[in-house]
């Protein structure tokens, strides 16, 4: 039998992303270790015991033995260490600091300590994500390694959710020191100060944050992916506007904006206006049962190829149309005879107590007729998940409201899975 040549073997490992059968291949042979250990090891997980949990005392401890044996593996083979490309740090907001001096045996210093431990050995992490994390409950030496993980140049793609900290500023000066960040995305961000850092304001209350190098105006190239859901925009937007924020813009390839109760038409627009020249894609939520505003419109992004529109819902009260043709009627004013836009996305929610005897429907035939005049005609496709309880006839009524796309053959209303199963019990 005729071996494999080492670079075809780790080709094939690398693309093998099941843990057990990466293990299993770890223990093949020598030449198969390295390649192996880059799967095994590609993501890490740290996880914070909850205070209020009963076994809590259990769990604290286990958590440090964990990232003691972690830590004595890098010890072993300093190698490890540098496979690990993506690194989450989970519900660190429930280890309440204020919670523990009631329980002596636990040392909320050490938990810190651990962590940071762990953290300091991670040279070439390319994905971050912070889920569940209080960033006021950190001690400072976790908020120190933290910093120093941030600025590490391999640092390429963000993800923040549901992170409260206390200034906004002190966000900005995290993620302004993230020197070659492509991708963005926060979720569910709470702060009780939300107003725009002054350039050269002071943090005087954050040692770790002073101590941080943060990159020169405008030379973070944030064009990749920028995601915002129930975020304040209007503060990042101002951020990014100013001429000493660290992070540009100009070139952003794709946005997603998602509202969690109301539709910020403001904060939206003046992010579109900022970035809507470069945009290739666009993932809007639509305003939930809200008279919409047309501040918001695809005038600002001349080039777009993808148009999603998620969450817009339809009620007996209610239709998305007028929210969807102000998005798209101040094209047919402009002088290019054909707007760029491709897909076109449409999540629709209907809530009607009888689907079959409501008006709305009729209200999407003007959506047909506004896509198939020529100014769309590089429109290839049309596509909207309708997402309802009841009968398929819902789809057969909306589908008859698009025949001008439907005879383009640029039309496809579907339902997800979950719903055809329902609908076949």
Known sequence: MIPLPTELLESIIDNLHDKPTLLSCALVGKAWVSASQRGVFTKLVLKAPSSQHEDFEELFEAYLAANKRLLLIFD??????????SLELLQFDKFERTRLPVIPQVNSEEFHASTARV???LSNVENLLFLS?????????????????????????????????????????LLGCIKNLKALKVSFLTCTDWDVPVPEESLEEDNALISMNPAPPKSIHLDQLLHFHSVNVRSFAAWFQQPSCPIEIQNLQSLQIHRSIT???????????????????????GPFRSIHSNIVHLGYTPDLRSLSLVNVHQTDTYTPVPWIQSLFEPLLRLNQKTYPLQS???????????????????????????????????????????????SIVV???????????????????EMPLRERRIRSV
Do not use: C
């Open 119 to 121: 953290i300091s050995r």
């Open 133 to 173: 994390v209080n960033w006021a409950q950190f001690s400072p030496v976790l908020k120190a390694a933290v910093v120093n993980l941030f600025s590490a140049p391999s640092i390429t793609r963000v993800t923040l959710s549901m992170i409260a900290i206390p200034k906004f500023a002190e966000l900005a000066s």
């Open 263 to 285: 539709f910020d038409y403001q904060g939206t627009a003046f992010m579109l206006e900022l970035v809507g020249n470069s945009l290739r894609e666009l993932e809007l939520h």
């Open 344 to 390: 076109l996305t449409i999540h629709l929610y209907a809530d009607h107590s009888d689907p079959l005897s409501t008006h709305q429907w009729d209200e999407w035939s003007q959506i047909d007729a506004l896509l198939a005049a020529p100014v769309f005609f590089p429109l290839e496709a049309v596509n909207i998940i309708l997402i309802y309880e009841h």
């Open 76 to 85: 072993e083979n300093p190698r490890i260490p540098t496979y690990i490309r």
């Open 395 to 413: 789809k057969e009524k909306l589908t008859e409201r698009f025949s001008l796309l439907a005879g383009l053959g640029k039309l496809r209303v």
